[in-house]
């Protein structure tokens, strides 16, 4: 493998390549960005000064608030106490006889459907 990687061609280009020389201040400069990160990394204060530098997220936030009061607000007051009842059942008697009609009328489709079991007169009968 070490043969492989000496005739490597991308060798060739990094021979080509400039040599970068790092500034005089390069240590302090990386030092002083990690001091001012670790700085800011736990602060809250910092978290909400960088949110609300973003006009998006300040307005996103804004109308987030309006909608949930909107919400909040417009809820009809009907008046009624927690716990009370739901809603009111109101019973009526139920009475067969007035079905009848109904039932016989249901039966008479059901013949219906199967019109082979009809006589002439019973198909006249249902249809006229």
């Known amino acids: 493998m070490d043969n492989q990687e000496q005739n ?11 040599s970068v020389e790092p500034s005089p201040f390069f240590a302090r400069n990386v030092v002083r960005e990690a001091r001012l990160h670790e700085s800011e990394k736990g602060s809250l204060v910092t ?37 009370g009842p739901v809603a009111s059942v109101e019973t009526e008697e139920f009475d067969p006889a007035s079905e009848y009609a109904e039932i016989e009328y249901l039966g008479e489709l059901m013949a219906v459907a199967d019109p082979a079991t009809l006589s002439d007169d019973a198909l006249a009968d249902l249809l006229f």
């Open 8 to 18: 490597d061609p991308v060798w060739e280009l990094l021979k080509q390549a400039k």
């Open 47 to 83: 978290f909400f000064r960088s949110l609300f530098q973003n006009r998006v997220a300040v307005g996103l936030v804004a109308t987030a608030v309006v909608a949930v009061a909107f919400v909040v607000l417009n809820r009809p007051f009907d008046g009624s106490v927690s716990g």
